[in-house]
């Protein structure tokens, strides 16, 4: 069993940054695949960015390409998103999962886990 808590959602600007960060409960966070995903309202969850075990295999979503990156710190049980040049149509619940395969998913139902989700609010 792994439980996820995310943090670091917030209201900013258009074109401002923010760090999503999730932290695993349990000792196998390393045995894990992780991803991100974000929900706005009215929209299907949709799939942002994934890593794999190590930190080598990353996937991004083209939405997101060369704004977003997402890694992860084993020591610390925790996967980070880091957003930059922000926009309106970022904002969304941002939700991380896990998921125990060696390379992640880009579908949802792959994932086994789910965090409570972020709050991320990108005004014009």
């Known amino acids: 069993q792994v439980q996820l808590v995310e943090s670091g959602g917030g209201a900013v600007q258009a074109g401002a940054s923010l760090r999503l960060s999730c932290t695993a409960s349990g000792r ?3 045995s894990y695949s992780m991803g991100w995903f974000r929900q706005a309202p009215g929209k299907e969850r949709e ?3 994934g890593i794999g075990w190590s930190g080598g295999d990353r996937f991004y979503a ?3 390409k060369g704004r977003f990156t997402i890694s992860r710190d084993n020591a610390k049980n925790t996967v980070y998103l880091q957003m930059n040049s922000l926009k309106p149509e970022d904002t969304a619940v941002y939700y991380c999962a896990a998921d125990r395969v060696v390379v992640p998913e880009r579908r949802a139902d ?3 886990y789910w965090g409570q989700g972020t709050q991320v609010i990108v005004s014009s």
């Open 47 to 49: 799939f942002v960015a």
């Open 28 to 30: 196998t966070f390393s």
């Open 110 to 112: 792959a994932f086994d």
């Open 62 to 64: 083209d939405s997101v």
